[in-house]
């Protein structure tokens, strides 16, 4: 069974670091990338950008590029996605995301909810 | 920036057919996917590849798609569909995943 299983919610200040997890099992990690999808409250769905795990090639959107850093660990099966200044809007919901197949939707993971004090 | 438009809001009576409508240049070239998401919950995908649909999924939603638009119909409308739906496909080049606005639907 493939699941994707993210890291517990965080409570940060602004111009803190944050890197969250997404552990992955039940298939090979380097047969599928791996995508960020950021909600902010009350707001609707953000693509981020993805990872390739078998290279760590990444491709980010372009509201997201500079802005976060998303890499992945072999080793461990697990994908990353990182702050280091983070900003009282960067409060949100991260779903981290694999594709089912080609072109047949994605397994989600169950959210990491983020939250910035300012 | 590519976008994918939603009318923000849609609302049907229990039993009638709601139709949600997805515009996009790119809609014509690159697939598109429908997903449910209600509140506290993490999406679920109810159409892939523009109209077909996982199992899982009751018939009533379905997929269609013309041109440069695509639609979610959901017949026969219960109250337990209240909930977002989301329109997600990519870009002409197929290399930017994007997502429609959400449409908020509710069941009167």
């Known amino acids: 069974e493939v699941q994707l299983v993210q890291s517990g919610g965080e409570v940060k200040k602004s111009g803190e670091s944050l890197k969250i997890s997404c552990k992955v099992s039940g298939y090979s990690f380097t047969s599928y990338w791996i995508g960020w999808v950021r909600q902010r409250p009350g707001k609707g769905l953000e693509w981020m950008g993805i990872?390739?795990?078998?290279?760590?090639?990444?491709r980010y959107s372009p509201s997201f590029q500079g802005q976060v850093i998303i890499s992945a660990d072999k080793s461990i099966n697990t994908a990353y996605l990182q702050w280091n200044r983070l900003k009282a809007s960067d409060t949100a919901m991260y779903y981290c995301v694999r594709p089912v197949g080609n072109s047949n939707g994605w397994y989600w993971g169950q959210g990491t909810l983020v939250t910035v004090s300012s | 920036s590519y976008e994918l438009i939603q009318p923000p809001s849609v609302s049907v009576s229990p039993g009638q057919t709601a139709r949600i409508i997805c515009s996009a240049d790119?809609?014509?070239?690159?697939?598109a996917f429908w997903y449910q998401q209600k509140p506290g919950q993490v999406p679920v995908l109810l159409i892939y590849?523009?109209?077909e649909r996982p199992s899982g999924i009751p018939e009533r939603f379905s997929g269609s798609s013309s041109g440069t638009t695509v639609t979610l119909t959901i017949s026969g409308v219960r109250a337990e569909d209240e909930a977002d739906y989301y329109c997600q496909s990519a870009d002409s080049s197929g290399t930017l995943v994007v997502f429609g606005g959400g449409t908020k639907l509710t069941v009167l």
């Open positions: 790119a809609l014509s070239t690159q697939n």
């Open positions: 990872i390739y795990p078998i290279d760590s090639e990444t």
């Open positions: 590849r523009d109209t």
